[in-house]
């Protein structure tokens, strides 16, 4: 796959890359516009839109990281972002879990400056590391993302739940013939309160 290019110094001057706020809210329906373009996932971006209110309060999260880079009031690349606390040490890391670039866009730098931004952000945030996976055929984010950090064979599951509304879509090749979330007997789960440690 070819570098993701920088784009001419004209581009450069046109083209603008800013983290969304609570007031983003209209920039954040184009970023999921986007995403439902580019990843041809309409039903997962586009018909159950988040209410006015739960945008604000997402958009307004110092953990949450909305990107987007606009163009003449086009939103041609975004990319979302979650900061994990960890348990093990006082650190934190930062996961891109969404990027995307309008084909007429792609190969100009975008999707590396949007990633440069977020690291950018997550040192100002003082996180351990950003990470970002990328499906086995995607070659062209491979290479991206090769060309940046180093690779790390991970296997990525989802655990259905029980509750429908929740779960993730069940995949052809692991659930033949069944759309049903599967009963995995569990019932509920308990948050340890103080004083239910084991002596």
Same mark, same amino acid.
Do not use: K, W
């Given at each position: 796959? /070819? /570098?993701?290019?920088?784009?001419?110094?004209? =581009?450069? $001057?046109l083209l603008k890359i800013r983290r969304l706020g609570p007031? @983003?809210?209209? !920039? !954040?329906?184009?970023?999921?516009?986007?995403? !439902? #373009? *580019? %990843?041809? =996932?309409? @039903?997962?971006? $586009?018909?159950?839109?988040? $209410? @006015? @209110?739960?945008? =604000?309060?997402?958009? /307004?999260?110092?953990? %949450?990281?909305?990107l987007i880079a606009e163009t003449e009031g086009? *939103? *041609?690349g975004g990319l979302v972002a979650y900061v994990l606390d960890k348990l093990e040490q006082t650190r934190s890391e *930062?996961?891109?879990?969404?990027?995307a670039v309008a084909d007429d866009f792609r190969r100009r730098g975008i999707a590396t400056a949007l990633i440069r931004h977020t690291q950018a952000i997550a040192t100002e945030l003082g996180a351990w590391v950003v990470f970002v996976q990328a499906d086995r055929t995607d070659n062209a984010a491979i290479a991206l993302y090769a060309g940046l950090g180093q690779r790390e064979d991970v296997l990525? %599951? #989802?655990?259905?739940l029980n509750n429908p509304r929740n779960a993730p879509p069940s995949h052809p090749d692991t659930n033949p013939g069944h759309t049903d979330v599967p009963n995995t007997g569990v019932i509920g789960i308990k948050r340890s309160e103080p004083g239910d440690e084991t002596p």
């Open positions: 796959m /070819a /570098a993701d290019l920088a784009p001419p110094q004209n =581009e450069r $001057s007031a @983003d809210r209209g !920039a !954040a329906h184009a970023l999921l516009d986007l995403f !439902a #373009d *580019v %990843f041809g =996932e309409p @039903d997962t971006y $586009s018909c159950a839109r988040p $209410s @006015d @209110d739960y945008l =604000e309060r997402l958009l /307004a999260r110092e953990t %949450f990281i909305a086009r *939103v *041609v *930062v996961y891109i879990y969404d990027l990525h %599951f #989802d655990l259905p």
